[in-house]
């Protein structure tokens, strides 16, 4: 019964088979395409972090992708959200040297995206170095903050926590109006040029911007760090601030994703920071950042191929909605027709053995028909009845007309066997 089915079917069964390959290949593929809401971490409102956020969101907002910011104090809490799986951050901006990958192993890094200088103002007065921050009030930055952490290293390097008098935890625009009006002797901030903190101690009345002796040292100890060089008079040629060039301590900040972000978003990611980061800057040239530098993380495989090929062909020329949906379409077609091919190749195979098999069995029931007439344990009735059984088997056969030929031989055997039969009868009848 079973064969009979497969014989009659064949052909809707493997239509219903590709049919179900086809309906499983788009949920499939319905189930994978990225999501279109994604969290990032940043920094406090109003800093150059959180700016940059907002110039993220911008971009991938054309893309029909929304991005939420998260305020934060700084890296540490970035990366201590990045690291939680249950706070939904997927994407976040990190200072180098707060982490490792032994330490973040579900993190990687899309690469460096910008230098982060840290900046020693303090009170006039003050001698040039830091052995003469012994005895004084410094804010280092608040708790959680990559600035924070860099400083407390620095300090402890030059064996100043022991000496200095206190270690506060102000933000940059806190830190800039306490050190202007002299609530405090000395600030360690890590932000841009540019920023309004910056700025405005550049300008303050009494205040001096400290230049890092033995910068090479520093940068041998901690290979996260870059020397960089502010030029004399950049921030007013006419008064000459600074009065000579300053050197400068920077880590690198990193664009960091989760490991299971998906790959269309990373690249989303990527051709944003090419458009926020690839402009010449005070300390960096054109094109110099992104740049495909594992510092703390591992690189992603798709950061690695889009700095090796660039963003994928289909999304320099289509929508990213659509680029993405055929991507992913691709993907599943591949190897849902490397399954499907064979399938219909085998399946006339497959069909043409259950046929034969069935007329091969008939043959076989002919057979045994012979031997018991050729060994008269039958009279010819019977025998004669069995041959018609396998006749009405054989026309009850509902087979394609390519199979006719077949059929008809068949049932051209069954003709020549009755009539073999018959004959044997006979001349047995007249031999008795």
Known sequence: MTTDYLHRYWAYFSLAAVTVMLFAATIFVV????????????GAKGGANYELGNRYREILGTSGVTVELIQTTGSLQNLELLRD????????????????????????SLGTVFYEPMWLFYRAGIAANLQALAGKRISIGPEGSGARMLALELVKRTRLD??????????????????????????????????????SLAHAKDIELGSVARADAFTALYPFLNKLVLPAGIFDLLTVRPSADVLLL??????????????????????AAVQIHAQPGMF???????????????????????YKSGRPFLQNHLPFWLATLIERVIVVLIPLAALIYPVFK????????????????????????????????SDLGTVKAKLDHIEQ?????????T??????????????????????????????
């Open 31 to 42: 189930a994978t395409l990225p999501p279109r809401t994604i969290v990032m971490a940043t």
């Open 393 to 401: 088997r054989a026309t009850r056969l509902s087979l394609p007309t």
């Open 346 to 377: 085998l399946m006339p195979s497959v069909y043409n053995w259950f046929v034969q098999l069935k007329i091969m069995r008939l043959y076989a029931d002919m057979k045994l028909v012979e031997s018991d007439g050729r060994l008269r344990q």
């Open 250 to 271: 920077a880590p690198k900040a990193s664009l960091a994703v989760r490991d299971d972000l998906h790959p269309a978003l990373q690249h989303l990611l990527l051709s």
């Open 85 to 108: 799986p249950k706070s939904g951050v997927s994407v976040a901006l990190i200072q180098s040297g707060t982490t490792s990958k032994a330490q973040s192993p579900g993190l990687e």
């Open 284 to 306: 960096q040239k054109a094109g110099q950042f992104p740049a495909a530098e594992s510092i703390d993380l591992p690189l992603s495989e798709e950061a690695q191929r889009f």
């Open 162 to 199: 022991g000496l200095v008098k206190e270690l506060l935890a102000f933000t940059p625009e806190e830190a800039a109006e306490k050190l202007i009006s002299g609530e405090i002797d000395a600030a360690f901030i890590v932000a841009a040029w540019q920023s309004p903190a910056i700025l």
């Open 403 to 432: 199979y006719a030929g077949t059929l008809y031989s068949l049932r051209s055997h069954i003709d020549l066997l009755r009539d073999r039969l018959t004959i044997n009868a006979k001349r047995a009848a007249d031999d008795r």
